[in-house]
C-alpha cells in the first residue's frame, strides 16, 4: 500500500445525512448574504427583493436621494400617469414603494435580468441597442423617463438618449456625472440642477440631475 493510500485512510468521511444537512446550511447561509438571493414565494413583486451589483455598474442611490427622486417623477407624471427609469432600479423599487395601484405605472428599462422578477414592469434593456425594446413599449408613451446611463461617456450618454427620447412624451431627468454635463445639453436641451444626488458608495466623481422642464430640483 502506498503512502497516498496511507493518507486516504485518515481522512474522515461524513454520513450522507450528515453531508446532505451540511450542504443545507450552507445554502441558506449564501441566501442570507447576497440579497439578490433572498426567495420571494410569498410575493415575486416583493420590493426590494434585487440588490445593488457594482460589477453591474450599478451604483444606488442613497435612500433620501432615491425618495427625492421618486416624489419629483410622481409629481411630474400626474395622477395615473406613466414613469420609465432607464438604468435607475433604486428609484424604480423606491417609487413602487411610494404608489399606489391607481396613483401611477412604472416600468424599469435594465440589462440585469434578475429584475424580471417584477414582471411586465421589467424591460431588458441593452443601452449598445438604443432602440431594440420590447414591441410592448410604445414610443412617446411615459410622461416623464428618468434615465443614469451606466457608463459616463459620450457614447453611452448618445446612446441612452436615443432611447430617452423614443420614449418620453416631452419630460426628461437625467443623472449622470457632471463632467457630461456640455453633452447632456447638446443631446437632450437638459440644465443642471443645484439638487445633489447621494449613492451608497464614494464614488469618485462628481453627481448632478438635469432636467429638461421647469423643476424645484434646479433650484433646491
Known sequence: MSDSDDDD???P???????????EFYTEQETRSDPALESTSSDQFAVGAVGEDWRMSQFWYTDETATRLAEELLREAGEGGR???VSAPSVYQKLKQLTGPDEASVVVLE??????????DFVFYDYNEPLSL??????HSFDIVLADPPYLSEECLSKVSQTVKF???GKVLLCTGAIMENVAKQLLDVKVCNFLPRHNRNLSNEFRCFVNYPSCLLSC
Not at 468521511?13 to 450542504?23: C, D, E, G, Y
Open 9 to 11: 485512510d485518515d481522512v
Open 13 to 23: 468521511t461524513l454520513s450522507a445525512h450528515t453531508m446532505a444537512a451540511l450542504q
Open 83 to 85: 414613469i420609465a427609469c
Open 111 to 120: 440589462y440585469d435580468r434578475r429584475f424580471s422578477i417584477y414582471g411586465d
Open 134 to 139: 420590447a414591441a410592448s413599449v410604445a414610443p
Open 167 to 169: 420614449l418620453s412624451k
